[in-house]
C-alpha cells in the first residue's frame, strides 16, 4: 500500500507516512474506547504498530479564556468543566492560586482545610472508579463497571449534599467554603466509609488477579522510569514507573503534610502497573478520609471572616446596612486582586494539576493558564505503543486515563 486513503491524508500530512506492507488507520473519534472525542492516527505493518499519532481538540470549550472573562468568584464554575471526573480539584487549586494573589492563603479556617482535603480524596475515589468500571469495559470485564459505580454514586451523593449538585458542585470559594457541610452529611460520609472495603475487596477479587485481564496488561505499554521523567508524566504513570512523586508530599498545601498517607509505586511500567497504582492510591484516599473525619466532629469556621473577599453571613445581610453593602459589591463586581502571577499545583487523580495566574489589578483574571496533567500523559502513546499489537491500543488509552474536556480545554 502506497498511497494514504483520501478520508485519513487530512489527518496524516506530517504524521504518518505509508509506506509498502504498512498501513494506516483512524482510530477515533468516534471509537468508544476512545471516549468519543480522541483520534489515533495509527500506522500498522501487519498487527504491529509502528507510528501512533494522537489527534485533539474535538473537545475545544475555551475555558481558559472564558475563565478570563469572568469575576474572580465565577470563574471556577467554568474551571471545574475542565476535568469533569474530579472537578472539586480543579476548583481547589484555581483557589489556591488565587489565594496567594490576594495573600491571604495562611489565614483559610482549619475547618475548611480538612473538608477541602476530604473532599478531594473523595474526588480521586470516584474518579478511579470511572477509570477502573470503564477501563474493564474495555476489556471485557463488565460486572466491575457496576460496583465500581455504585461506590461513585455514594461519593456523588455527597458532593450533592454538600454543594447542591452531583458534578459540578461550585462549592469551594476564595477563603474557604461556601457553607458548611449540612446536617446528616457525617453520617452518609460514614456509609461510604463502611461500605469501602468490602466493595474494594469485591473488585479486586473480580479484576486484579484475573487471568485475561492480566494477559492484557502485563508487559503491555512498557514505559521506564528515564522516559517517564523525560516525557514529563505525573501521577500514577510516573509511580508506576517507579518514581514516587506526589504533589501532596512534596509541596503540601491544605494540611495534607498532617496526615499520614504514602504514595504506592511500582516499578514495572506497563499497564498492569498503573491498574495496581490507581487500586492502591485509591486505598490510600480512603486512609486520609479516615483521618479527616475524626477532625469533622469538633466545629470550627469554615470561612474567613474578612467580608472582602467572603460574602457575609444571610443573616445579617437584613439587619447590617454594612453587610447589604458588602454583599452587593461582591455580587455586582466581585474583588480586586493586586498585580502579580503565581504557579499552584496539586496532586490530581491523573498527576500534577497546575495553574498559572495572572492578575493585572482587576476584579478578572488577566490570564488562567492550566497545566493539564491528561494532555501530557496522553503524548507518551506515542512512545509506549511502537512494537505493540493493534488490538492493545485499547489497554494503553485506557491504562494513561486521560479526560478531554482537560486535554483541549
Known sequence: MSTIAPSTAGYAVDVVESTDGR??????????????????????????????????????TGIEKSAENLFWSQASTVIERMDYLSPLTNAL??????????????????RAQQIRVLLSELSRIASHCVW???????????????????????????????????????????????????????????????????????????LQKNPILQDRMIDVG??????????????????????????????PYSGYDRYEFDVPTRTEGDAYARFLVRLDEMDEAMRIIRQVRKELDTPGNWQM????????????????????IHHFKLVSESFRVPAGDVYQAVEG?????????????????????TRPP???????????????????????????DPVFGEVDR
Not at 521506564?224 to 512534596?250: C, F, H, N, Q, S
Not at 471572616?305 to 447589604?324: C, G, Q, R, W, Y
Open 349 to 369: 487523580p491523573r498527576g500534577e494539576l497546575g495553574y498559572y495566574v495572572v492578575s493585572n489589578g482587576d476584579n478578572r483574571p488577566w490570564r488562567v493558564r
Open 222 to 251: 512498557i514505559l521506564e522510569a528515564e522516559d517517564a521523567v523525560a516525557w514529563g508524566m505525573t501521577g500514577p504513570i510516573l509511580r508506576a514507573a517507579g518514581i514516587a512523586y506526589d504533589v501532596r508530599k512534596a509541596f
Open 23 to 60: 498501513m494506516v488507520l483512524s482510530m477515533g473519534p468516534q471509537h468508544p474506547s476512545t471516549h468519543g472525542v480522541l483520534q489515533v492516527i495509527t500506522e500498522i505493518e501487519g498487527e504491529i504498530v509502528t507510528k501512533a499519532s494522537p489527534e485533539i481538540g474535538y473537545l475545544h
Open 305 to 324: 471572616t474578612d467580608t472582602k473577599f467572603a460574602p457575609p453571613p444571610k443573616e445579617t445581610i437584613a439587619l447590617s446596612m454594612e453587610a447589604l
Open 93 to 110: 487549586c484555581y483557589y489556591l492560586a488565587v489565594e496567594k494573589l490576594l495573600g491571604i492563603d495562611g489565614q483559610i479556617p482549619e
Open 132 to 206: 477502573l468500571g470503564t477501563g474493564g469495559i474495555d476489556l471485557g470485564a463488565l460486572t466491575g463497571f457496576f460496583y465500581a459505580f455504585d461506590l461513585r454514586e455514594r461519593i456523588l451523593d455527597l458532593f450533592e449534599a454538600s454543594g447542591g449538585a452531583r458534578m459540578h458542585p461550585n462549592y469551594l470559594r476564595v477563603g474557604g467554603l461556601a457553607q458548611d457541610l449540612p446536617k446528616g452529611f457525617l453520617d452518609k460520609l460514614d456509609g461510604v466509609i463502611a461500605m469501602y472495603e468490602p466493595r474494594m475487596r469485591d473488585l479486586r477479587g473480580l
Open 374 to 400: 491528561s494532555m501530557y500523559n496522553l503524548q507518551v502513546l506515542k512512545k509506549i505503543a511502537l512494537g505493540e499489537l493493534i488490538a492493545d491500543m485499547v489497554v494503553m488509552i485506557g491504562s494513561l
